[in-house]
């Protein structure tokens, strides 16, 4: 009798049904000459299916990977399936936790790694040749990004493509979609803790929220960890509705009866940050903002117990329609230098 199969999560459970559009790559029937002088069999992938196994290894999910690939995860499934099947090897190992590779998908996965490089390296140059590089970059980012990360971001962009013009707004993370939804930028950049409808994104970054006093509070000589029912009754200087901010603690304070009415609603991080040091009240706000406050005392970090404030910072553009040019230049920077941070 043969063991039963093993079961899978929702989001990484194969599908029998799909869109035309989104039938997975069948391999082609034609052998294409490589740089040498051979041939690529029918068994090589596409370059889609490839960065897809790359988002399924690092996430750990199928439907993680598809969500910010901006397809449907029953598509990315039957691609998965399809490759397997091309390949003629298991990549993926599924269980209620997830999607892992294989031994022989891990070897697949840095092979497939390299050969997407190479091609991004590809596509880069032809992007030079056609002159997209002198193009206009038109960026919109919440505050948090733009004041502690967008700085690095676009130094390495024009050091790479001193041509490129690049015009930055700021707004918080629900503008920053109202704004890339109405084509008023090419590249978007949020912290909330999802894609807003209508758009896709990736992830490029992570923050974590804090809780300070200025030295002079109450809470800065307390030696127990604050609790989410703590904090959630007490009265805080908070961000305005519509933050990424605000939105990643009213989320997190949910279970606890929501966030009490805030003492302050200020729009900024620099008038947060002034507002607990003069004694306002407590202060929730990006980690990114408060390390020199922090390291000179001029702020208290509170502990947390029971209540998590890490959040994913996102690049966002309208679904269906990947960046290209310097916005695709941006985006892979991005990615880098968080990689190396």
């Given at each position: 009798?043969?063991?039963?199969?093993?079961?899978?999560?929702?989001?990484?459970?194969?599908?029998?049904?799909?869109?035309?559009?989104?039938?997975?790559?069948?391999?082609?029937?034609?052998?294409?000459?490589?740089?040498?002088?051979?041939?690529?069999?029918?068994?090589?992938?596409?370059?889609?299916?490839?960065?897809?196994?790359?988002?399924?290894?690092?996430?750990?999910?199928?439907?993680r990977a598809a969500a910010e690939l901006g397809v449907s995860q029953p598509a990315a499934s039957?691609?998965?399936?399809?490759?397997?099947r091309q390949i003629g090897v298991a990549l993926l190992e599924r269980s209620p936790r997830g999607?892992?590779?294989?031994?022989?998908?891990?070897?697949?996965?840095?092979?497939?790694?390299?050969?997407?490089?190479?091609?991004?390296?590809?596509?880069?140059?032809?992007?030079?040749?056609?002159?997209?590089?002198?193009?206009?970059?038109?960026?919109?980012?919440?505050?948090?990004?733009?004041?502690?990360?967008?700085?690095?971001?676009?130094?390495?962009?024009?050091?790479?493509?001193?041509?490129?013009?690049?015009?930055?707004?700021?707004?918080?993370?629900?503008?920053?979609?109202?704004?890339?939804?109405?084509?008023?930028?090419?590249?978007?950049?949020?912290?909330?803790?999802?894609?807003?409808?209508?758009?896709?994104?990736?992830?490029?970054?992570?923050?974590?929220?804090?809780?300070?006093?200025?030295?002079?509070?109450?809470?800065?000589?307390?030696?127990?960890?604050?609790?989410?029912?703590?904090?959630?009754?007490?009265?805080?200087?908070?961000?305005?509705?519509?933050?990424?901010?605000?939105e990643v603690l009213d989320q997190a304070l949910e279970p606890y009866g929501g966030t009490a009415?805030?003492?302050?609603?200020?729009?900024?991080?620099?008038?947060?940050?002034?507002?607990?040091?003069?004694?306002?009240?407590?202060?929730?706000?990006?980690?990114?903002?408060?390390?020199?406050?922090?390291?000179?005392?001029?702020?208290?970090?509170?502990?947390?117990?029971?209540?998590?404030?890490?959040?994913?910072?996102?690049?966002?553009?309208?679904?269906?329609?990947?960046?290209?040019?310097?916005?695709?230049?941006?985006?892979?920077?991005?990615?880098?230098?968080?990689?190396?941070?």
């Amino acid at each position: 009798m043969a063991p039963p199969a093993p079961t899978s999560r929702p989001d990484d459970r194969p599908h029998q049904h799909e869109r035309p559009d989104e039938q997975p790559f069948k391999g082609s029937q034609r052998r294409l000459t490589g740089a040498h002088g051979g041939t690529l069999s029918a068994r090589v992938p596409e370059l889609g299916a490839l960065e897809l196994l790359l988002a399924v290894a690092r996430l750990g999910s199928v439907g993680r990977a598809a969500a910010e690939l901006g397809v449907s995860q029953p598509a990315a499934s039957a691609r998965i399936k399809g490759m397997e099947r091309q390949i003629g090897v298991a990549l993926l190992e599924r269980s209620p936790r997830g999607s892992r590779p294989t031994d022989a998908g891990r070897l697949v996965v840095e092979w497939a790694r390299s050969v997407v490089e190479a091609a991004q390296s590809l596509d880069a140059g032809i992007d030079a040749l056609r002159g997209r590089r002198d193009a206009r970059l038109r960026v919109v980012a919440s505050l948090t990004v733009a004041e502690y990360l967008m700085p690095g971001w676009l130094l390495a962009l024009h050091d790479a493509s001193p041509e490129t013009a690049v015009t930055l707004r700021t707004a918080n993370s629900a503008d920053v979609a109202s704004h890339v939804l109405a084509g008023d930028a090419d590249l978007g950049f949020i912290e909330g803790p999802g894609t807003p409808p209508g758009l896709s994104g990736a992830v490029v970054a992570a923050d974590r929220l804090v809780v300070v006093v200025g030295p002079g509070h109450p809470w800065a000589r307390r030696r127990a960890p604050l609790t989410g029912a703590e904090l959630a009754a007490t009265p805080l200087v908070l961000r305005e509705p519509g933050s990424g901010t605000r939105e990643v603690l009213d989320q997190a304070l949910e279970p606890y009866g929501g966030t009490a009415t805030p003492r302050l609603e200020l729009a900024s991080s620099t008038a947060l940050k002034a507002a607990a040091m003069t004694g306002a009240g407590p202060v929730c706000l990006s980690e990114l903002a408060v390390v020199e406050e922090l390291a000179t005392r001029r702020l208290v970090e509170i502990p947390l117990i029971g209540i998590d404030l890490h959040r994913p910072l996102r690049a966002v553009w309208p679904s269906g329609h990947r960046p290209a040019g310097p916005a695709r230049e941006l985006l892979g920077l991005t990615r880098k230098l968080t990689r190396r941070d």
